[in-house]
């Protein structure tokens, strides 16, 4: 069954860097989650979004911004990079209406700032 | 905002024990997830919980949705090599057609063969 994608799987930037974070949802997953995971910690919750527009929005930072597209994938883009923005990125998409039993989660995006 | 308390932070066991791992939280939820996460994954949903009280298996795991609303424990049975992981208990937000989670701090198990 195909999963979510999520590319790159490793990145690796200097502070001060852009990043852009890939997510391609499961088909017809209308749903992207994004959360952050810091070295030995709990996923942290980012932004959603459902049918392209922003749903929720947790402890992102200004210096982030996402967007849903027309075909459903997901970008989290990252600017003015720090050293503690270092973490496991994990996209997650689910049906709508499918709550939180339908939620499937990506391989991650590991990206380390340098 | 709403916490999970997860415990134990970690464990280590022989092969062939038993588990047992538990989240609380002061807030009331309608819904208890587990999952798990090996290295460099992303979480693997194992049980989801819908009902206060309610006792549900997938092989070797069982957890139970507390009757209060605010706890949730998960058993692992019989434990073998390939158990180990980071254990998560989560808990959704809100309702309606869109669910962010909390995540507890997770249970990591190793298991020696």
């Known amino acids: 069954a195909a999963g979510v994608i999520q590319s790159p799987r490793h990145l690796i930037k200097e502070k001060r860097e852009t990043a852009t974070l890939k997510c391609y949802p499961i088909p017809r997953h209308d749903t992207v989650y994004w959360y952050q995971q810091g070295p030995g910690q709990d996923p942290q919750f980012l932004i959603s979004?459902?049918?392209?527009?922003?749903?929720d929005k947790g402890s992102i930072p200004d210096r982030f911004s996402a967007q849903q597209f027309s075909d459903y994938h997901s970008e989290l883009n990252m600017s003015s990079l720090e050293l503690g923005d270092s973490a496991l990125y994990f996209c997650?998409?689910?049906?709508?209406?499918?709550?939180?039993?339908?939620?499937?989660f990506g391989s991650g995006t590991r990206l380390t700032v340098v | 905002g709403q916490q999970l308390n997860q415990s134990p932070q970690s464990m280590f066991i022989q092969e062939g024990e038993d588990v047992s791992m538990n989240c609380t939280s002061s807030?009331?939820?309608?819904?208890w997830l587990w999952y798990k996460q090996e290295p460099g994954e992303g979480p693997v949903l194992l049980i989801a919980l819908y009902k206060a009280g309610e006792l549900t298996s997938n092989g070797r795991l069982t957890a139970q949705f507390g009757i209060t609303r605010k706890d949730s424990f998960l058993n692992i049975s019989a434990s073998i090599p390939s158990d180990v992981g980071i254990y998560f208990c989560?808990?959704?937000?809100?309702?309606?057609?869109?669910?962010?989670?909390?995540f507890g701090k997770g249970t990591l198990l190793t298991v020696n063969p």
């Open positions: 989560a808990a959704p937000n809100s309702g309606g057609s869109n669910y962010k989670l909390t």
């Open positions: 979004f459902y049918e392209k527009m922003q749903s």
């Open positions: 807030s009331i939820f309608n819904t």
């Open positions: 997650a998409s689910s049906l709508g209406d499918r709550g939180p039993y339908g939620y499937t």
